[in-house]
């Protein structure tokens, strides 16, 4: 099982970028997406199972989505901040509960990080 991640790159405050994550070997129920920031723990950002989540600091300004047929969970991001310079990383799992799906350890796959580095 394999996750690859792409779509990171360097854009100034309020642009936008779109993330993108493909598994392969299987297929899940859940895909989201973390971020860690230089010096910081990794945190939730968002996720898609049957419906979105999402992390406050992000609601408004980035859609997560799932396409099943491509095995594929998208971010959009929009009106970046310099606070959202981070790595991404994408994760996966087919025995989440709704009340985990912001924890890391609910997800038992994860992929390479991809930098976003939003400029001031």
């Known amino acids: 099982v394999q996750l690859q991640a792409s779509g990171g790159g360097l854009v100034q405050t309020g642009g936008s970028l779109r993330l993108s994550c493909t598994a392969s070997?299987?297929?899940?129920?859940?895909m989201g997406w973390f971020r860690q920031a230089p010096g910081k723990e990794r945190e939730f950002v968002a996720a898609f199972r049957w419906t979105a989540y999402y992390a406050d600091s992000v609601k408004g300004r980035f859609t997560i989505s799932k396409d099943n047929a491509k095995n594929t969970v998208y971010l959009q991001m929009n009106s970046l901040k310099p606070e959202d310079t981070a790595v991404y990383y994408c994760?996966?799992?087919?025995?989440?509960?709704?009340?985990?799906?912001?924890?890391?350890?609910?997800?038992?796959?994860w992929g390479q990080g991809t930098q976003v580095t939003v400029s001031s």
């Open positions: 070997g299987r297929t899940f129920h859940a």
């Open positions: 994760a996966a799992g087919n025995r989440l509960i709704v009340s985990t799906i912001t924890q890391e350890t609910a997800y038992g796959y």
